[in-house]
């Protein structure tokens, strides 16, 4: 399988490629980051599938857009995740990039007790477009269309809590059906080194939402043979001592510059108090499992519609709709500009924003529609500010 990703990855454009690109030029929006080469990438992930290529793309912008992923430099994550949040960059032996995650690291209930999910996830999902940004420079001296990189999770220091924090295991799953569907081709391996017995009983039940060109990727050696496994792909002369190689840095082991170890726990100096954070709103609904929670607003080109959400307990999703015709009978006949999301906000509350670019009617969802048991009581804020 590995021979065959490589061979996708290293064949120079065909002629039935070139021309795919151009054609899909003519329906995808107009963005810097979909280049050439990141159309390519797609296309070959879909086998060629040029229709199925085109409608996953075109939810991709949306995505982009919403997430505002290509003004990441531009984005500061809350300090808590970047004292906290073990991750770094290094290269495997063939110089393309290696993503370090120290997921085992992470105090995930103190992390989620002070961030909203949503940070969490952007903060995850602007790691991995930095990633694709070295690969993309490592492409340039290559001289292939697009290189790929390796994901390595060390889950050194993971605790039960990791497995046991509903709120965590929400947002990681979120993370993950989020890369399935938005990076295809991206990873060419995914290590998880020093995983105890309990991760591996956890990863046997996360497999079933794990598409089969991510399954395939993934390694677990066991926890006495992980330095071996690494060997395989990294040169260890140039690779930390901490993770098993021969480099160091004035004499520190885990390379800070290059890695940021993150171990916590995170001091509840950052805790929110859910009680007091979410004081003033404007509305408190309760939305009914199976059900939906739908406010209508009609506005100008360039409006900003900003939001802010919180349940009492457990999970609640959303979405922005526009209906083009104002007569639309139901969500599925609008264009979704805000793409589905379902977060964990009950213990910090989601905020967000999202600019306009047509003038008339949009649905705001809350959805419960997945719940057959739990209602949840909602308060929300949604704020417009019209130029």
């Known amino acids: 399988l590995q021979i065959m990703i490589d061979h996708v990855v290293n064949r120079s454009t065909t002629p039935q490629e070139a021309q795919a690109i151009r054609d899909l030029r003519t329906i995808i929006p107009s963005i810097e980051t979909l280049t050439d080469n990141y159309l390519l990438r797609w296309l070959r992930s879909f086998d060629l599938r040029f229709d199925e290529c085109a409608e996953a793309l075109k939810k991709h912008v949306v995505f982009r857009k919403a997430w505002q992923l290509d003004d990441i430099g531009h984005w500061e994550a809350p300090e808590c995740l970047e004292k906290y949040c073990g991750y770094g960059y290094l290269s495997d032996k063939e110089g ?6 120290l997921l085992g690291n992470m105090d995930v209930e103190g992390m989620l007790k002070s961030v909203a999910t949503a940070e969490y ?9 930095k990633g694709i940004q070295l690969c993309e420079e490592r492409a340039k001296q290559t001289g292939k269309p697009f290189e790929q990189m390796m994901l390595v999770f060390d889950l ?9 924090c509903r709120q965590f295991a929400s947002s990681f799953t979120t993370l993950i059906t989020l890369f399935q569907d938005h990076y295809p081709l991206v990873l060419k391996k995914v290590l998880i080194i020093r995983a105890p017995e309990m991760a591996r009983l956890a ?6 939402f794990l598409s089969e060109p991510i399954t395939s990727l993934i390694e677990i050696p066991s926890e006495s043979d992980w330095k071996r496994a690494l060997e395989k792909y990294v040169s260890l002369d140039a690779w930390p001592m901490h993770w098993g190689g021969q480099l160091a840095e004035n004499g520190d082991p885990i390379c800070p510059s290059k890695i940021r170890y993150g171990l916590g726990p995170v001091p509840d100096s950052y805790y929110v108090n859910p009680d007091t954070v979410f004081p003033d709103y404007d509305q408190l609904t309760t939305v009914y499992a199976g059900d939906k929670h739908l406010i ?7 409006s900003r519609i900003s939001w802010q959400y919180m349940t009492t307990e457990e999970d609640i999703g959303f979405a922005i709709h526009y209906d083009s015709t104002t007569c639309a009978d139901n969500l599925t006949e609008m264009e979704a500009v805000y793409p589905y999301i379902r977060l964990e906000c009950s213990a910090v509350p989601i905020s967000g924003e999202f600019t306009t670019e047509k003038p008339g009617t949009y649905i705001i969802e809350f959805d419960n529609y997945y719940s057959w048991f739990s209602a949840k009581k909602l308060r929300y804020n949604i704020e417009i500010d019209e130029c």
């Open 121 to 129: 996830i952007k903060f995850s999902l602007v790691a991995i477009e």
């Open 96 to 101: 393309n990039p290696i993503l370090m995650s």
């Open 203 to 208: 990863y046997s039940t996360i497999t079933s």
């Open 296 to 302: 209508q607003i009609r506005v100008k080109e360039n």
């Open 156 to 164: 050194d220091h993971i605790s039960a809590a990791h497995f046991s």
